[in-house]
């Protein structure tokens, strides 16, 4: 199957979203500002930023309020499985070149991700050989 032919349940799965964009959809979909969603959770607007761009993640506690407050599940939040957004409407309105074009993002987001985690697996076994020559 290409990725055109993917079911929308696959838009926020953990090989087409971040944890991030996850939170930003959910928060869009509300129609929600990230300072709406800073003062609903007690956090700086700076937080939720960090947030929605991977840069850092909610501790447990502002991770449950922040599903509370998306109306989404925690496990959604965080791997794109259980209770949470479908994704875009009817595929019929995506046109085809702006879905084949969607499918290539994901097919390089799961690409860099694959990528991200060979590059830490080979700088540990560096800094394990520098250690052990040094």
């Known amino acids: 199957m290409d990725t055109s032919e993917k079911d929308a349940t696959d838009w926020y799965s953990e090989d087409a979203a971040t944890f991030g964009d996850r939170v930003v959809a959910a928060?869009?979909?509300l129609g929600m500002t990230q300072t709406e969603l800073a003062k609903r959770?007690?956090?700086k607007l700076e937080t939720v930023r960090g947030w929605e761009d991977d840069v850092s993640e909610p501790r447990s506690n502002?991770?449950?309020?922040?599903?509370?407050v998306l109306n989404v599940?925690?496990?959604w939040l965080l791997n794109g499985h259980g209770d949470g957004l479908d994704g875009p409407g009817d595929e019929a309105v995506i046109p085809g070149d702006v879905r084949s074009i969607l499918g290539?993002?994901?097919?390089?987001r799961a690409d860099m991700a694959r990528l991200a985690n060979r590059l830490g697996v080979l700088e540990k076994r560096l800094r394990h050989a520098l250690k052990e020559h040094g």
């Open 27 to 29: 928060r869009e979909a």
């Open 41 to 43: 959770l007690g956090v």
């Open 62 to 68: 502002k991770l449950q309020m922040l599903a509370g």
């Open 73 to 75: 599940s925690i496990m």
């Open 104 to 108: 290539e993002i994901r097919a390089v």
